[in-house]
Each structure stands twice: as C-alpha cells, then as structure tokens.
C-alpha cells in the first residue's frame, strides 16, 4: 500500500481496474491516498461496477473529492466504440484536408511524414516509409 499511496502523491491521474470474478472489487486506493493526491487529479475505476477499487469513488457517477476528478462510470465499456469512432473520422478528416488540393485534385505533400506515411504507391512506384 505504502507504494500506492507514493504513487497517488507523483501522478496525475490513476487508472485501477482490478477484479475478482464473482466477489466485490478489492479497495486498493484508499480515502488517505487520494487527499494526498495533489489538485486537479484524476482517478478513474474500471471496476466500479463491482464496488470499486477507490475508496471515495461513487460507482456509476463522475464526482469530485478533495479537487480530485473521480469518473466510476459502470458503462465505460459501452462508451468506447463512440469515442473510438469519432477520433478515427476525426483523424481521416485532417489527412484528406492535409490532402486538398485544387478543386478537382488532391495535392500530395511528400514533404510532410503523415502525407508520406499513408502513401503506397506514387505514379505507379512502390513507396516506403518516411
């Protein structure tokens, strides 16, 4: 525990995620812990749904205790393909805008490593990595 609460003190964020199958989760973070953890913090429990690794988490809730941000959402799970999918058309939005070119052409930079990257054949010749 001491090397826990060492930890809490460093760090801005923790991430817990242990479980037990079939019994509640074990509290390895404890109230302690996270009053020593300095403004502004993060500590996010995966295994809220099973009573939470974090002593002072509130399963299915985002709180705030002692300045520290605590997400124990219990359906995190199913919130990640959204997330997942919005970055992923966030980012092939910026490559083909990186891309524009005339009205109707496409300008490839070879100069620039993520144009470079994501190119596999250039009139006609293989292209390698950057």
Same mark, same amino acid.
Do not use: W
């Given at each position: ?10 760090? !801005? ?8 199958? @079939?019994?509640? #989760?074990?509290?390895?973070?404890? *109230?302690?812990?996270?009053? !020593?953890? *300095? ?7 995966? #295994? $809220?749904? #099973? @009573? ?7 399963? @299915? ?10 997400? @124990? ?51 006609? $010749? ?5």
């Amino acid at each position: 525990m001491k090397l826990f609460h060492d930890q809490c003190k460093d760090v !801005d964020i923790v991430i817990t995620t242990a479980l037990i199958p @079939g019994k509640t #989760a074990p509290i390895l973070i404890k *109230k302690y812990m996270i009053d !020593d953890m *300095k403004p502004g913090s993060v500590v996010v429990d995966l #295994a $809220a749904e #099973a @009573g939470g690794n974090i002593e002072t988490i509130t399963p @299915g809730e985002l709180t705030v205790y002692n300045n520290v941000t605590h997400i @124990g959402y219990t359906d995190l799970p199913s919130r990640l393909p959204t997330q997942a999918s919005t970055l992923y058309s966030n980012n092939l939005s910026k490559l083909l805008l990186s891309m524009q070119g005339t009205k109707d052409h496409y300008f490839l930079d070879m100069a620039d490593d993520v144009v470079r990257g994501s190119i596999v054949l250039n009139q006609g $010749a293989t292209t390698s990595a950057p």
